[in-house]
């Protein structure tokens, strides 16, 4: 096939004055280059088409690929990561990853958590802060969790993030929605062990890949998985394979049906950690994580279960192809 390849190139950005938390979630010239010379390694042509406007320019244009293969982020607003995926619906070019509504849904935190609830399936007890008058109408039980409702890489997320009382939940979220612009996520903390279940495939072909606990180091900023934490994660955070057993089964349960739930497409990153009994809850989804051979949490579960990275990429594409069309799925070998 010939695959388009869309992506948000964080050094674009920052030499276009965006500072490196606007930035935090686009992807590196490295990452782009292992995940172009994946899809090569898996018999596919690769056309490196850029950022969403790029990719409109082209479409505009009359340039049509087989497939796109889209991890851009976006820039602005709480839907940002469905434009490209809408902006190719509207042309009628397949896409990979999943559609424009999840990728909505699963990016505004809230959303996602209504829809998992419905479904039955435990997450912590939230409220959402659009405005400061919010504030006096929480009625969660203390310690709260505060961070962005439509942000990932734990951008807004720091030290003052897990609060003890009303006076910190107000001297966390003010600053929160000043600079950020957009509603504040509340809600009950979880204390336990922090776990992410990686996932393939879609509808009742959706598996679980492996399932791998995030623990902070002792030099960790931060004790919860927050953007500094994220940023210096080779120094400060140990990566290690979930033991098999009783706890990696619920885990993993919960993970897909959360994953099933939000009608996630091709692969997924579910982030899950304990309650105050022990039992796994469901903090968000990931329904764009990031590709990065080494450093990215998907590669690194598929790693750790054997999988190797071009392995991962070609599963993804396999998954896409299903939905092509009889011709389009012909030259994929689906």
């Known amino acids: 096939m010939k695959i388009g390849l869309v992506y948000d190139l964080r050094s674009e950005y920052l030499t276009e004055g965006y500072s490196a938390e606007d930035v935090a979630e686009f992807d590196s010239e490295s990452t782009i280059a292992a995940l172009a010379d994946a899809i090569r390694a898996c018999g596919h042509e690769v056309d490196p088409v850029g950022r969403g ?17 889209s991890i851009a982020e976006g820039m602005e607003g709480r839907s940002r990561e469905a434009q490209v995926p809408a902006l190719l619906d509207l042309y009628g070019v397949p896409c990979a990853m999943s559609d424009a509504l999840v990728c909505a849904v699963t990016l505004d935190k809230a959303v996602a958590k209504r829809i998992v609830l419905a479904c039955g399936l435990p997450t912590p007890r939230f409220c959402l802060v659009s405005r400061p008058a919010d504030l ?3 009625s969660l039980d203390y310690p709260l ?14 030290h003052q993030s897990r609060v003890a009382g009303p006076q910190d939940l107000r001297r966390t979220a003010l600053p929160l ?4 612009r957009q ?54 955070v140990r990566y290690a394979a979930l033991e098999r057993g009783a706890l990696r089964a619920d885990v993993e349960d ?34 764009l994580p990031g590709l990065h051979p080494t450093h990215s949490d998907l590669p690194m ?17 396999d998954s ?9 799925a012909t030259r994929a070998g689906a």
């Open 145 to 158: 969790f505060v961070k962005p409702v439509a942000e990932g890489t734990g951008k807004g997320i720091d």
């Open 254 to 287: 919960l993970a897909l049906k959360a994953y099933r739930a939000l009608e996630c497409r091709d692969a997924g990153r579910v982030d899950i950690r304990l309650d105050r009994r022990g039992k796994p809850a469901f903090m968000e989804m990931n329904a």
């Open 53 to 69: 406007r790029a990719l409109a320019a082209r479409l505009v244009g009359g340039d049509r690929w087989d497939l796109v293969f």
């Open 177 to 180: 929605l000043r600079r950020l």
């Open 136 to 138: 006096d109408a929480v």
């Open 183 to 236: 509603p504040v996520l509340v809600e009950e903390y979880l204390p336990g062990r922090e776990f992410t279940t990686g996932v393939l495939g879609t509808g009742p072909d959706a598996r679980v890949l492996g399932t791998m606990e995030i623990s902070m180091l002792p030099n960790a900023s931060s004790a919860d998985y927050s953007f500094d934490v994220k940023e210096k994660c080779e120094t400060v």
């Open 301 to 317: 579960i598929a790693t750790q279960e054997g999988m190797p990275y071009v392995q991962l990429i070609g599963a993804i594409i």
């Open 320 to 328: 896409a192809a299903q939905r092509l069309t009889p011709a389009a």
